[in-house]
């Protein structure tokens, strides 16, 4: 059984972190660059444990790796050599897992949740590129050459050992089916999918939410299906299209509603009261519940005093 599947038999609700790049910059940290948070990695590592330490301290279960737009290529045009890119990328684990020992170190933090997991974030092509295509999907890229993409990082992460991948932000059904093709050649490991969805219906690519979760839900190493980075009026109707065609259990991490700028890497509008949305989540029948883009660690504690309500 999966480490998610096991720790969902016994809580009912599992924590996710919330926002990671737009953490940063809350805290001072200039992110308006191609490599975004993955920035940070080099500038300011204790900063990135720091944000991950914080969440696991507000209640998050899993906080994921600042390697979302974290890729050999994209160092290499920083100046990096490509051996240096790949400890970075292994950085980005190394970071999230020493902030998990630390705070579960504390023994008195333990009471009422699971031992927090370590997850290494997996990002779409369109975050390499920098120029907000995860929130259209209009890559002219194929499903092998997405699959050539991503095998190279898949490989130095798998390599760190985190407790699981967070394939996240996905646009397209190909790039998520690219992406599992890879993932194949590591059995033993597990990952959520994620899409990125314009409607409650369909992915930002167009893809009908029900027909990714009608074929993710054969692959053995899913161990979750969902959305993320999406409006939160969006996500129930998103739920309920998702389990009609899975048992696997629902993961959903949307953001605030506000509308992003990838010229000025910026958010615009007015953000949703998020916590009003929880319980809807959670009732549609969502398991991991956390935060994406505009999001902050206050955000995920009222989602843990959710969870801990539900364990009365």
Not at 36 to 56: G, T
Not at 58 to 73: H, I, P
Not at 269 to 297: H, K, M, N
């Given at each position: 059984?999966d ?10 609700l599992l924590v996710?972190d919330?926002a990671f790049?737009t ?13 975004w948070?993955?920035?940070a990695?080099?500038e300011k ?6 944000v991950?330490r ?6 998050a279960d ?7 737009q974290?890729?050999v290529?994209?160092?290499?045009k920083?100046g990096?050599?490509?051996?240096q890119?790949k400890?970075?990328i292994?950085?980005?684990?190394r ?6 020992d630390a705070f579960?170190?504390?023994k008195?933090?333990?009471?009422g949740r699971?031992q ?8 779409p092509y ?6 907000g295509?995860?929130?259209r ?6 499903r ?5 993409f ?12 985190p407790?699981?991948?967070a394939?996240?932000t996905m ?7 690219a992406?599992?093709a890879?993932l194949h ?6 990952a959520?999918?994620?899409f ?7 992915t930002c690519?167009?893809d009908a ?5 009608r074929l993710l839900?054969k ?12 409006a ?9 299209n998702?389990?009609?065609?899975t048992?696997?259990?629902v993961v959903?991490?949307p953001?605030?509603?506000?509308t992003?700028?990838?010229?000025t ?7 949703t009261?998020?916590?009003d ?14 935060g ?10 009222g ?6 309500s539900?364990?009365?």
């Amino acid at each position: 059984m999966d480490t998610v599947a096991r720790n969902l038999e016994r809580y009912p609700l599992l924590v996710l972190d919330g926002a990671f790049g737009t953490e940063l910059a809350r805290r001072g940290f200039d992110t308006n660059d191609e490599l975004w948070s993955a920035k940070a990695l080099f500038e300011k590592p204790e900063l990135v444990e720091a944000v991950h330490r914080d969440y696991y301290e507000a209640g998050a279960d899993v906080s994921t790796s600042a390697s979302y737009q974290a890729t050999v290529e994209g160092f290499e045009k920083k100046g990096f050599t490509r051996e240096q890119a790949k400890e970075l990328i292994v950085r980005s684990v190394r970071l999230v897992q020493q902030a998990r020992d630390a705070f579960w170190q504390q023994k008195a933090k333990r009471a009422g949740r699971p031992q927090p997991l370590a997850a290494a974030s997996v990002g779409p092509y369109g975050a390499y590129l920098a120029d907000g295509s995860e929130y259209r999907g209009d890559y002219r890229a194929s499903r092998a050459e997405l699959a050539d993409f991503h095998a190279e990082r898949l490989d130095i992460l798998v390599a760190a050992e985190p407790d699981i991948l967070a394939c996240e932000t996905m646009p397209l059904l190909d790039e998520a089916l690219a992406i599992l093709a890879d993932l194949h050649h590591y059995p033993d490991m597990g990952a959520w999918i994620s899409f990125s969805c314009k409607d409650e219906a369909h992915t930002c690519g167009g893809d009908a939410i029900a027909d990714c979760a009608r074929l993710l839900d054969k692959e053995r190493q899913v161990t979750a299906i969902g959305v993320n980075c999406t409006a939160p009026q969006y996500v129930a109707d998103l739920i309920h299209n998702i389990r009609v065609h899975t048992t696997k259990p629902v993961v959903v991490y949307p953001n605030t509603g506000e509308t992003y700028d990838a010229v000025t890497k910026t958010w615009h509008g007015s953000p949703t009261p998020y916590r009003d949305f929880v319980r809807q989540w959670y009732e549609a029948g969502a398991r991991l519940i956390g935060g994406c883009c505009r999001t902050t660690p206050d955000d995920i504690r009222g989602i843990a005093a959710f969870r801990a309500s539900l364990q009365k």
